[in-house]
């Protein structure tokens, strides 16, 4: 039998920004599994992004330092080639409700088909079910508090690029 603390996993996201909800995700993981890489993606599905890669990258850094099986990285292209570069067994994703699984279901499913890793699903803790970073940027550049639901590097780079878009 393996023993979870072996083994390396991947938790995969464009965090722009990184919340509370995947800061949780990240937490749980890295409590089950021997490291954790947290891949930020361009994931060419989105609109322009709020954060540069570097930012987002920076911004999970600074909240995982407390973390040191936790490792941040970025990537381009295919999820599942990255994982085998990796030498990664398990993807980690978050859940929050149930409209979530339906995609993600075929998601982890060619994933498998492609690189033979499993996905594992964390279910985000109810205080965070609500929260994606989509409904995070909306809210806060309308002037919203948003401070409960992002780690307090975050809070603190959306405010200054708030500052910025003010000035320009
Ligand atoms: O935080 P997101 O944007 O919901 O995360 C989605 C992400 C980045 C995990 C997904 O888009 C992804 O894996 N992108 C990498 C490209 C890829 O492998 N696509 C095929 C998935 S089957």
């Given at each position: 039998m393996n023993d979870g603390r072996a083994v390396r996993a991947v938790y995969p996201g464009?965090?722009?920004?990184?919340t509370n909800g995947h800061l949780d995700v990240i937490e749980r993981a890295a409590g089950c599994f021997g490291e954790l890489i947290v891949a930020v993606v361009v994931n060419p599905?989105?609109?322009?992004?709020?954060?540069t890669l570097e930012e987002r990258e920076e911004m999970i850094r600074d909240c995982v330092k407390?973390?040191?099986?936790v490792r941040v990285e970025h990537f381009r292209g295919l999820l599942a080639d990255y994982v085998r570069e990796q030498h990664a067994a398990v993807i980690i994703k978050g859940l929050?409700?149930?409209?979530d699984f339906e995609s993600e279901m075929s998601t982890a499913l060619m994933n498998r088909a492609l690189s033979d890793v499993d996905t594992m699903f964390l279910m985000s803790d109810q205080r965070y079910s609500f929260v994606s970073s989509s409904i995070v940027k909306e809210v806060f550049f309308l002037g919203g508090d948003v401070a409960a639901l992002v780690p307090d590097p975050v809070m603190r780079l959306m405010a200054a690029k708030r500052a910025t878009l003010r000035t320009t």
């Amino acid at each position: 039998m393996n023993d979870g603390r072996a083994v390396r996993a991947v938790y995969p996201g464009s965090f722009d920004p990184p919340t509370n909800g995947h800061l949780d995700v990240i937490e749980r993981a890295a409590g089950c599994f021997g490291e954790l890489i947290v891949a930020v993606v361009v994931n060419p599905q989105k609109r322009e992004p709020m954060f540069t890669l570097e930012e987002r990258e920076e911004m999970i850094r600074d909240c995982v330092k407390n973390l040191p099986n936790v490792r941040v990285e970025h990537f381009r292209g295919l999820l599942a080639d990255y994982v085998r570069e990796q030498h990664a067994a398990v993807i980690i994703k978050g859940l929050r409700v149930v409209s979530d699984f339906e995609s993600e279901m075929s998601t982890a499913l060619m994933n498998r088909a492609l690189s033979d890793v499993d996905t594992m699903f964390l279910m985000s803790d109810q205080r965070y079910s609500f929260v994606s970073s989509s409904i995070v940027k909306e809210v806060f550049f309308l002037g919203g508090d948003v401070a409960a639901l992002v780690p307090d590097p975050v809070m603190r780079l959306m405010a200054a690029k708030r500052a910025t878009l003010r000035t320009t």
